[in-house]
């Protein structure tokens, strides 16, 4: 930014503009009396109009914080711009507050690329160039995004040295306009994602634009993901949702960014999206799951979770949120093939036996087990049974003090234990010894629990527990709204 004459360099002058300059010097004529006073009167108007500009500018910085950063250079305007929330910043450069400054920020690209890269946009440096592109023809034609040519007699010169700066000058003013305006765009788009005031069904369509719009920019993509979550919760929003390109979407921030935060944000927006109609968390499954076409295939979504679980098996977070979406994904008996086929069971107890002491891990792999563990379409699961019932009674001895994940597990093994074929691996005193335990501890409390064990133990060890005094318990078994009198496989939503 040039100085003024007489400025020091790192200070910032502001020209005072017209209507008063240095008075010149008047030379004492004889009896000149008159324009002597005259003289002394505009110097004390000079002075006075100066003390009240700066007492002027001096209010101004006051109630405008703001103006104070505008004396640095524009590299290290971006770093303490840091301090400052998204909004500020982008205020405090596009005030037109000074001529001189606005237009020095507007030409200087390194700051606006540096803003777009920053927080909470995260646009990545090998994309932001292309992404620039696309708004640089708005930018062409916005006021104050392209510098003003030079005078007209420099233009007038014929000297190609100078043409030549002036085409540089001009090109890198449209640069620094078209990030600008990027950075104005995504500014808007966070904006109106955190908007509230409109209808869920505009809200849905909304995020469902700005993520196609800016699919390659992970700040927009986190804020779109969490702006959906609680509209999803709604079931009038998620039976919009579900019918809508909001799943492909999902999918595509899975396989575009290797963030495990905004993975674990995906995979919780699949796990309502796959929710049933009219089901509620947790309860057993009444009806049809919804069709989510974008679910199966190559680059779907059950392939997609099954790529993240191999690819971060060491994330407890992650993998219990791919355990909970594999839940509501098994509710379709098409996608619950093609996971079986996929090697879904493998995968969840690959991840209870890496994080044996999770309780998040274990409780969403549990869960997901109680609709996997009763192959659909002909895929059989024979070898792996002998897996699960280790897996299941490890978590049971680990979390003996956890009635939510015994009960879940209870119900895996009932589920098992209605095939005859899994008998042989069932029938062990460990799995008596455990379950016995459990009942004592839990079935008063807990009629869902209490019934489970209690048809498992008389399925497996009907002459032993006889024995004990509890084949009675089985003749008029507690009854529930949430488990069904009869003795089925029992299919739960998450």
Not at 157 to 167: E, V
Not at 299 to 327: F, R, T, Y
Request: charged share 20%; hydrophobic share 40%.
């Amino acid at each position: 930014m040039p100085l003024a004459r007489g400025a020091s360099r790192g200070s910032f002058f502001v020209p005072m503009g017209s209507g008063i300059g240095k008075m010149a010097a008047t030379s004492e004529a004889p009896g000149s009396r008159k324009r002597k006073l005259m003289d002394h009167r505009m110097r004390e108007a000079a002075e006075d109009a100066l003390e009240g500009r700066e007492a002027s500018e001096a209010t101004h910085d006051e109630a405008h914080p703001h103006v104070q950063l505008l004396g640095l250079n524009p590299e290290l305007l971006h770093s303490v711009l840091g301090f400052l929330s998204a909004v500020e910043a982008h205020q405090v450069l596009d005030a037109p507050i000074c001529r001189g400054l606005r237009a020095e920020v507007m030409r200087n690209s390194c700051v606006w690329k540096e803003l777009c890269c920053s927080r909470p946009w995260l646009v990545s440096r090998a994309d932001l160039d292309a992404l620039s592109n696309c708004f640089s023809a708005t930018a062409r034609g916005g006021q104050g995004m392209v510098a003003h040519p030079p005078p007209g007699g420099v233009v007038r010169r014929k000297s190609m040295h100078l043409r030549r700066q002036l085409r540089c000058s001009l090109d890198a003013s449209v640069t620094a306009g078209a990030y600008r305006e990027l950075h104005r765009t995504l500014l808007c788009s966070v904006q109106g994602l955190r908007k509230e005031s409109c209808r869920p069904s505009q809200r849905l369509a909304y995020i469902c634009a700005v993520m196609a719009q800016f699919a390659k920019v992970k700040g927009i993509q986190m804020e779109a993901l969490q702006a959906c979550l609680p509209l999803l919760q709604a079931e009038p929003v998620r039976r919009v949702a579900q019918d809508s390109a909001l799943a492909p979407h999902i999918i595509t921030c899975i396989h575009s960014f290797q963030d495990p935060t905004l993975q674990c944000m995906a995979l919780h927006a699949l796990v309502l999206l796959a929710r049933p109609l009219g089901g509620r968390e947790g309860a057993v499954h009444v009806g049809i799951a919804p069709s989510l076409p974008s679910l199966q295939g190559p680059k779907g979504g059950i392939c997609s979770v099954i790529k993240l679980m191999d690819q971060h098996p060491n994330h407890s977070e992650l993998q219990a949120m791919a355990c909970w979406s594999l839940v509501n994904f098994a509710l379709n008996p098409s996608a619950k093939a093609y996971m079986l086929g996929q090697g879904a069971i493998h995968r969840v107890l690959q991840a209870m036996h890496l994080h044996p002491k999770n309780r998040d891990v274990q409780f969403r792999a549990i869960f997901a087990l109680i609709n996997l563990v009763v192959p659909d379409g002909g895929v059989s699961i024979e070898n792996q049974i002998d897996d699960i019932v280790q897996q299941l009674l490890a978590a049971i001895e680990v979390f003996t003090e956890d009635g939510r994940l015994i009960n879940r597990a209870s119900l895996v093994l009932q589920n098992l234990s209605l095939n005859e074929l899994n008998h042989g691996t069932l029938k062990r005193p460990r799995v008596q010894r455990l379950l016995q335990r459990c009942l004592v501890r839990f079935g008063a409390e807990d009629p869902v629990l209490a019934q489970s064990i209690r048809a498992t133990l008389m399925r497996l060890f009907g002459s032993a527990v006889e024995e004990l005094g509890l084949s009675a318990l089985t003749l008029h078994p507690p009854t529930s709204s949430c488990f069904p009198p009869r003795q089925i496989r029992i299919p739960v939503t998450f």
